[in-house]
């Protein structure tokens, strides 16, 4: 069964019948946010039902909205792995460094998660077609599951998507359309759309279940601890529904008592490129929105979003969490890229390894300590950004030609870990 009991607006507090296709508040503009009846839920269902299951985003079905879970459009959504990192932790300098390596998920990172819920709920609401624009990865996510689903799916992503990801929705039946600028540029071609053939609108933000899926990163974060939090946890936000969500699930395991109501919640960490961080910039002015950020430029794609419509959200969570924002500039992100790679066997993300970088700037400035659990979300595998991977490029061998003799391999000095050279001796 379904403990969702309404929705409420974010910012005026109207409440509204949640079994309705709604966008933003109909009074204010503003998101929506599923509520439950938690009280019901903690009376009915004991952790220890939840613990039994098997792991993954549907163990925690009840604080989630389908009114059917057992019809869930579903992927295979297992939970991602909790990493200790230790020689990149010891690169870094950052002892409590964990990873959330959320590049196992169907269609190569979180973005799946959303689109479970979003979906599956779209389904019950009697949803046809559905329409998004994305910096790409929710393209490929929603396309991916409304493939599923067997629903229409437009996708708007800006021309300088990785192609990976543009490929990746067109390859799930998606019509796919590119446009010039950013992601806020692709937003008004759907608003256009949406208005003109009656599409549903899933934009970030402008429906409320894509946050209900995000938040339970932060359910399988606190299950993978033995039901405790960390200390820090560091999050690469374009949108920020991520950060969004986990904060109000939280919340929600606090209110069921899941998690002790004293224990503080963790420190948010909003990590943004130095090529587009309007969070960074409004967290440090104090502000509770942010400015549209000009010509926003960064390889991280999915960190390319120029006015988050949650900024206030966000920011209030960091604020009431005493966290912080952080911007990398992209040589570092993909300085760090390389370096989870090489001491891990990591193929991070660049909005992951922007995040890395964040937590060991962080770590750097003393505002993270060593005895302090940090977790970092890798969102989603480097493999969707093929023209940014880092490393050497391989060497061909002419035919008859072998690998260097023993001696000459000697000589050529290879890298070890902590070496630090880039170069392949000639
Ligand atoms: C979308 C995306 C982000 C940003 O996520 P938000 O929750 O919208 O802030 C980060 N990393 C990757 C890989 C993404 O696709
Ligand atoms: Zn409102």
Redesign the pocket.
């Known amino acids: 069964m379904s403990f969702l009991t309404h929705l409420e607006c974010a910012a005026c507090g109207r409440r509204l019948d949640p079994d309705r296709p709604w966008q933003l508040c109909p009074a204010c503009d503003h998101p929506l946010l599923a509520r439950y009846d938690l009280a019901l839920l903690g009376r009915r269902i004991p952790l220890g039902n939840l613990e039994r299951r098997p792991p993954g985003l549907w163990r925690y079905r009840e604080l989630l909205p389908l009114r059917e879970p057992a019809r869930a459009v579903s992927l295979g959504e297992g939970a991602t792995a909790l990493l200790q990192v230790p020689r990149l932790a010891e690169r870094m300098g950052v002892p409590g460094l964990l990873v959330k390596d959320?590049g196992t998920l169907p269609t190569g990172?979180?973005?799946a998660r959303?689109a479970a819920v979003g979906v599956s709920r779209a389904v019950e609401l009697g949803v046809r077609t559905l329409a998004l624009p994305?910096?790409?990865?929710?393209g490929a996510a929603w396309a991916a599951y409304g493939a599923r689903a067997g629903l229409e799916v437009v996708v708007v992503m800006p021309e300088t998507t990785p192609s990976v990801i543009r490929r990746e929705a067109a390859a799930c039946g998606a019509d796919v359309y590119l446009v010039p600028g950013s992601i806020a540029d692709a937003a008004a071609v759907v608003r256009d759309g949406c208005r003109r053939h009656g599409w549903y609108d899933a934009s970030?933000l402008q429906e409320p279940y894509r946050i209900e899926g995000?938040k339970t990163m932060g359910f399988e974060l606190v299950d993978q601890l033995g039901w405790r939090l960390p200390d820090v946890i560091v999050?690469?936000?374009?949108?920020?529904?991520?950060?969004?969500?986990m904060w109000k699930g939280f919340q929600e395991l606090r209110a069921l008592g899941w998690l002790p109501a004293s224990s503080p919640l963790p420190r948010f960490v909003a990590a943004q490129s130095a090529g587009c961080a309007p969070v960074v910039r409004a967290f440090a002015s104090h502000a509770e929105r942010t400015q549209p950020w000009e010509d926003p430029a960064t390889f991280?794609?999915?960190?390319r979003?120029p006015k988050?419509l949650g900024d206030f959200l966000?920011l209030r969570a960091l604020r009431e969490s005493a966290g912080t924002a952080v911007a990398v500039p992209d040589e570092t992100i993909a300085a760090t890229m390389e370096l989870a790679g090489a001491t891990e066997g990591m193929v991070v993300?660049?909005?992951?390894a922007a995040a890395l970088a964040a937590a060991e700037r962080l770590r750097r400035d003393g505002w993270i300590t060593d005895d302090q659990t940090v977790a970092v979300?890798n969102?989603?595998t480097g493999l969707?950004y093929e023209d940014s991977l880092p490393g050497r490029a391989p060497r061909g061998l002419r035919a008859g030609e072998g690998l260097p003799s023993p001696d000459a391999w000697a000589a050529r000095g290879l890298r070890g870990i902590g070496g630090g050279g880039r170069e392949l001796p000639t």
């Open positions: 959320e990172t979180f973005k959303g994305t910096a790409g990865n929710a970030t995000k999050y690469p936000t374009g949108g920020g529904v991520g950060l969004i969500g991280a794609a999915g960190l979003v988050p966000i993300c660049p909005e992951g979300f969102t989603g969707l």
